[in-house]
């Protein structure tokens, strides 16, 4: 598998070869546009090649697989509550696939309040408030509506993300 690298908020990254350890760091602004994954492939001057991803992304996206239910709100009144299992988290949201694989309708910009438990070693359970922001046939991506993660365990969690 291919090793991932973030790009930076100047559109760099830092390239960092397995074998030797060295760094390097690229303007790689031509690719942010790109419609696809980039791969890249890397020459150390140690000799070693090597191949990484460039994710675009501004922050780590934890894989999961954490139980919970959403409740669907429009105006402030709840509109449909339902299973749903939490495939990854980040920082600023997380995506979610509703139980059965159906999107209820859900569309870009709606609020839905989700409560799952994360599975750190004290169970903690999460109540967070999100708001829709890609709609696929099995997935909801999200958008937490507070910033502020370290507010609970959620921090800590992806702190130690591993």
């Known amino acids: 598998m291919n090793e991932k690298v973030y790009i930076n908020k100047d559109d760099s990254a830092t390239f960092v070869c397995p074998q030797c350890q060295r760094s390097k760091t690229v303007d790689v602004s031509h690719v942010i546009k790109a419609d696809r994954s980039v791969k890249v492939k890397c020459r ?14 501004r922050h780590y996206r934890k894989p999961a697989n954490l139980p919970g239910v959403y409740t669907h709100l429009a ?7 339902g299973p749903m299992n939490v495939v990854d988290l980040s920082r600023n949201g997380l995506k979610l696939q509703p139980v059965f694989g ?8 709606e609020k839905l309040l989700v409560e799952f438990q994360l599975d750190d070693r004290t169970k903690s359970q999460l109540k967070k408030e999100v708001v829709v ?30």
Do not use: I, W
Request: include cysteine.
């Open 44 to 57: 150390c001057t140690c000799g070693h090649a090597y191949a990484v991803m460039l994710e675009r992304r």
């Open 75 to 81: 105006d402030g009144k709840q509109v449909d509550r």
């Open 102 to 109: 159906t999107q209820r309708g859900f569309q870009v910009g």
């Open 133 to 162: 922001r890609t709609v696929t046939p099995q997935f909801v991506g999200t958008e937490f509506v507070s910033d502020n993660y370290y507010e609970n365990a959620l921090g800590f969690y992806l702190l130690n993300a591993s």
